[in-house]
């Protein structure tokens, strides 16, 4: 049971990662971006090319991950998104071109098979007779700290407000000398960082593939829905109820049902809240 509990937290704290991301696009942008899996992917497969052909430290390598993938968030903010943000249907369809480019060069640059991040940790601890891989605590650990430390960032600071403001009445926001595209732009990079930090963290206990990124996206849409569209606490508490109802149903039923049990709770809860476990909003 505790093994069960401690891998449904670790996953749920991963797909927390990827949901803000969504989230933050959707709620800033009005554009739903399918492409934000592929940023999952390119974090995973910058620190796999730096550890394993660099020797780069795993930390190292997952901050530069990051700090790559945000670029390239940066990038693809400023000069694609940026001119469909009135054409919704735009975005979507340059979302779903950008997953082919960056899957496709993926493979044409590492090749289409499975590798892996050699994680930072190898061993295990035990905690009350069950054996818990280390690699999974850390990760668990410092998701959690980065899902924590976003969450201040846009409930404190200066930034973050104005994100919220921008979500809430963008009109109201640039009136009041808010530069949106300032916002939204860095609003994305975040997105893409830890969307980074996600691929990073799967790359260490899976495999990392050019397609990886696909499962989590969706988990995230599934997450941003029964927290609530642009609902930040939200979306906290709706990725560990999916990262728990994924590992227990895996591991006291079958693996192959676990995605099965996870959409059974996501239709449940829509049933009887249909705007979501904290509704619209921050």
Not at 44 to 70: H, Q
Not at 175 to 199: E, Y
Request: hydrophobic share 60%; aromatic share 12%.
């Amino acid at each position: 049971m505790i093994q069960q509990l401690v891998n449904g937290l670790v996953m749920g704290s991963i797909y927390g990662l990827v949901a803000l991301g969504v989230t933050m696009s959707f709620g800033l942008m009005g554009i739903v971006n399918f492409a934000h899996g592929a940023f999952v992917m390119a974090g995973a497969f910058a620190a796999f090319y730096l550890t394993t052909l660099y020797g780069i430290p795993f930390l190292l390598a997952a901050a530069a991950s990051m700090g790559i993938v945000g670029a390239l968030g940066f990038l693809v903010e400023r000069y694609s998104f940026r001119f469909a943000r009135h054409e919704p249907i735009n975005g979507l369809m340059i979302s779903i071109g950008l997953i082919y480019v960056m899957e496709n060069a993926a493979i044409l640059l590492f090749g289409p098979e499975n590798k892996a991040i050699q994680p930072l940790f190898s061993g295990t601890i035990e905690v009350g007779g069950v054996v818990l891989a280390t690699q999974r605590i850390f990760v668990f650990v410092a998701s959690s700290l980065l899902l924590a430390f976003f969450y201040l960032y846009v409930k404190k600071t200066k930034s973050g407000k104005s994100m919220r403001a921008v979500a809430e009445n963008a009109f109201a926001a640039q009136l009041m000398g808010i530069s949106i595209d300032r916002i939204i732009g860095l609003a994305f990079v975040i997105g893409c960082v830890l969307a980074a930090a996600a691929g990073v963290a799967l790359g260490s206990l899976f495999v990392v593939t050019a397609h990886m990124g696909a499962a989590p996206l969706m988990k995230a849409f599934v997450i941003i829905t029964l927290g609530g569209f642009g609902s930040i606490r939200g979306a906290f508490v709706a990725a560990f109820i999916i990262g728990l109802v994924d590992s227990l149903a895996a591991g006291y039923v079958s693996s192959a049902w676990a995605d099965i049990f996870g959409y059974v709770v996501f239709i449940l809860i829509l049933i009887f809240k249909p705007k979501g476990i904290f509704g619209e909003g921050t």
